[in-house]
Each structure stands twice: as C-alpha cells, then as structure tokens.
C-alpha cells in the first residue's frame, strides 16, 4: 500500500519556523520526485517546492525561495520542508505528492501520490 503521511504542521507566529515531514512507503523512493503544494481557504492549491530524490535538485516558488528548504533522506524515504522567516500567507494546509519526475509533478502537475495533509497556521 503506498502511503506518504506528512507530519509538522502546527500554529506559530509571524517570523517563527516550521519543519514538515513526508515520510513515504509502498514505492520504490529514488524512482519519484517529492513535492510541497499547499492550498489556503478559498484559494487554488499550488506547488510550493520539489525535490527530484535521485539526484537532490530541487525546485521552489517565487513566494518561498529563501525562506523555505526541501531535502531528502533516502535511508528513512522522508522528505523535508524547512520553512522560515513565516508569514500569515503561508498559512495552508500543505500535502505532500510523488510524481515520476520533478517536472512531471512541480510543472505539469502530474501526481501519483498524494499525502492527507497538515495544517499550518501562522498568526500575525
């Protein structure tokens, strides 16, 4: 059964920090890109960050570079989403997803696998 279950998400204020977790299971990890999207209230859901796992380049949205990282451990199949300097738009509900290639999954939006979701909520 394949599963990514993202854990992390909580309450902070503006400034204040955050580190989600996806961790994956069921599929072969190095064959897929992990991605960040995230979706806020009343609004489109979008792609926050990528990582392609078998060589580690990652991918960000104009909104996040700088203040957001991607990693991956492969040993764990867990993928990471450090997130600074927060601000009250970032608040979201953020998903995890694979895809077969970081532009198959970040820039055509082609997802295999979607996690469930964690909310993150930062207070001004």
């Known amino acids: 059964e394949v599963q990514l279950v993202e854990s992390g998400g909580g309450l902070v204020q503006a400034g204040g920090s955050l580190r989600l977790s996806c961790a994956a299971s069921?599929?072969?990890?190095?064959?897929?890109?992990i991605g960040w999207f995230r979706q806020a209230p009343g609004k489109e859901r979008e792609v926050v960050s990528c990582?392609?796992?078998?060589?580690?380049?990652?991918s960000y949205a104009n909104s996040v570079k700088g203040r957001f990282t991607i990693s991956s451990d492969n040993a764990k199949n867990t993928v990471y989403l450090q997130m600074n300097s927060l601000k009250p738009a970032d608040t979201a509900v953020y998903y995890c997803?694979?895809?077969?290639?970081?532009?198959?999954?970040?820039?055509?939006?082609?997802?295999?696998?979607w996690g469930q979701g964690t909310q993150a909520t930062v207070s001004s």
């Open positions: 990582i392609s796992t078998n060589d580690g380049s990652t």
């Open positions: 069921g599929f072969t990890f190095d064959d897929y890109a």
């Open positions: 997803a694979a895809g077969r290639s970081r532009w198959r999954l970040c820039v055509l939006g082609l997802i295999d696998y």
